[in-house]
Structures are given as structure tokens and as C-alpha cells.
């Protein structure tokens, strides 16, 4: 009986060991295992400037819209904005879209980047439309602003 009650603790012991052990592994093994950013820290300020304008612009209507924060995202050597344009100049279209996504950056030197912006038109169900955009941005002091839009 003695034996038998020396065993059980024993095994007790060891699952309880394994089951530390586990939990470690899968704390230790979560963390060393997460996506690396292949980006340059460059591209990622100028795309998270995009991302923000972006949802910031298309999140809000054209009438409520203030001015100041024109002058967070975009540069002063942005082309007039006219509003009787056909096209809206940061989607190039006369219908906004119903969503975007940034995409690929192409860093030009440590202050200048380019940032693919993804829009999607989403008219039905079964029909959806992708066009894309490119933000050329520059850095001035500690801000990424937008300068340009073109379509290539």
C-alpha cells in the first residue's frame, strides 16, 4: 500500500511538472513567434500617416470635415483642393470608396516615401471594384505629410 501511495505522488509530481512545463512553452514559444515587420521605420510612420487619413477622410462627411485636420495629414504643397473637381483628389474618382487598405511603401530616401493605398467599391453583393492610389509623402521635423496623389 505504502509503495502505491509513493507512486501516486510521484506521478502527481511529474504531471504537475509537465503541465509547467507546457504552459512555458507555449507562454515562451507565443511571444518568439510573432510576424516580424519587414518595413524600414520610415515606411511605417508614412503608411500609419496614410492608414489615419484615410480612415479619417472617408470615415467623415465631406461638410464636416475641418480644416486643421487637413493640415495634421496633408502638405501645403498639396495641390489646391477644388471642390467643384470632378474627382475627389485623394481617391481619384467622383464616387467615394467603400473601404481602403495601405499597402506596399517605396521608401525614395529617409524623408520621402510612397504609399500604395487599396480602395474597394463595394456596389452589390456580387459586385466590387479595386483601384489604386499612391500617397507620395514627405517627412517635415517629425511629421509624415501627404504631398501628392497619382494613379500609375
Not at 513567434?33 to 521605420?41: D, W
Not at 530616401?109 to 499612391?134: F, G, K, M, P
Request: charged content about 25%; overall charge neutral.
Amino acid at each position: 500500500m505504502n509503495r502505491l501511495a509513493v507512486g501516486g505522488r510521484r506521478l502527481a509530481a511529474a504531471l504537475r511538472a509537465s503541465i509547467v512545463l507546457c504552459l512555458v512553452l507555449m507562454i515562451g514559444g507565443g511571444l518568439g513567434c510573432s510576424i516580424p515587420n519587414m518595413q524600414s521605420q520610415q515606411c511605417s510612420e508614412a503608411s500609419d500617416n496614410v492608414k489615419e487619413f484615410y480612415s479619417w477622410y472617408l470615415g467623415t462627411d465631406a461638410d464636416k470635415r475641418q480644416p486643421d485636420m487637413f493640415k495634421k495629414y496633408v502638405s501645403s504643397e498639396f495641390p489646391n483642393i477644388q471642390s467643384n473637381e470632378k474627382n475627389d483628389p485623394f481617391y481619384l474618382s467622383a464616387n467615394a470608396p467603400t473601404t481602403f487598405k495601405a499597402g506596399k511603401c517605396e521608401l525614395v530616401n529617409d524623408s520621402h516615401a510612397n504609399v500604395q493605398v487599396q480602395l474597394y467599391w463595394r456596389y452589390s453583393e456580387r459586385n466590387t471594384e479595386q483601384r489604386e492610389v499612391y500617397a507620395d509623402t514627405l517627412k517635415t521635423g517629425d511629421v509624415w505629410q501627404i504631398t501628392r496623389i497619382e494613379d500609375r
